[in-house]
């Protein structure tokens, strides 16, 4: 399935920041074969930044940076927003032709998070967080949706598409260090191109560990 994708949801941490200089620092493995981690900080009362990288089979990567805003509602209960821009770079192969799809993308997103930390068995935390935002792609047609050249050159496809990604997490362990698990969505809608399907991953799911400086 990697092989066959360029996008796939992305397992960004839902840190539950609820203080000045609260630092988590969040590293594991999904099931698209590729590593991650989040760094997250509480920079101010009310203000929080957060930095992400993914790293995967056949070089794809994605960057992501955010500033966001967090509010402890009470009862270990927080709520954050966050705001920010993505790069990275994805390959899709396709046995049929064969052919490969490649390049790079950018994505502007917004991002809120729900949650409650330390709860009662295991001290456990648990969220929900649904990212939307807006995907732009430039894309290298090597034969992928058509035979068009045997030696190129190759047409690019310049794309724009409306991005939707749910995601919920639960961890536990110790008062510090805990395993954490993640299930993540994506929804994509295409709006150039239309006729071109573009070739992502629905589900994303991911272990990982947990460390709350």
């Known amino acids: 399935m990697t092989s066959c994708i360029v996008y796939h949801p992305n397992l960004v941490d839902i840190p539950l920041i609820n203080k000045k200089h609260d630092l988590r620092i969040d590293a594991g493995v999904s ?4 590593a991650n981690a989040t760094i997250s900080y509480g920079l101010t009362k009310k203000i929080a930044v957060q930095t992400y990288g993914s790293f995967g089979y056949d070089e794809k990567y994605f960057l992501q940076g955010a500033l966001g805003y967090y509010k402890d509602l ?12 993505g790069y990275g770079y994805g390959s899709a192969y396709k046995d049929a032709n064969p052919g490969d799809l490649y390049g790079d993308y950018q994505v502007y997103f917004a991002q809120f998070n729900l949650g409650k930390e330390n709860g009662n068995f295991a001290q456990m935390d648990y969220g929900v967080g649904v990212k939307a935002g807006f995907l732009h792609s430039n894309l290298t047609d090597r034969n992928y949706y058509k035979i068009y050249s045997e030696n190129g050159p190759y047409l690019n496809y310049k794309d724009n598409n409306i991005l939707l ?10 008062e510090k260090l805990k395993v954490n698990f993640k299930l993540g969505g994506c929804l994509m809608y295409k709006l150039t191109n239309i006729d071109k399907n573009f070739p992502y991953s629905h589900v994303n799911f991911g272990i990982g560990l947990n460390y709350m400086f």
């Open 31 to 34: 099931d698209v074969l590729s």
């Open 74 to 85: 009470g009862n270990r209960k927080i709520m954050e927003i966050y705001s920010g821009f």
């Open 165 to 174: 990604e749910p995601v919920c997490f639960i961890r536990f362990g110790g």
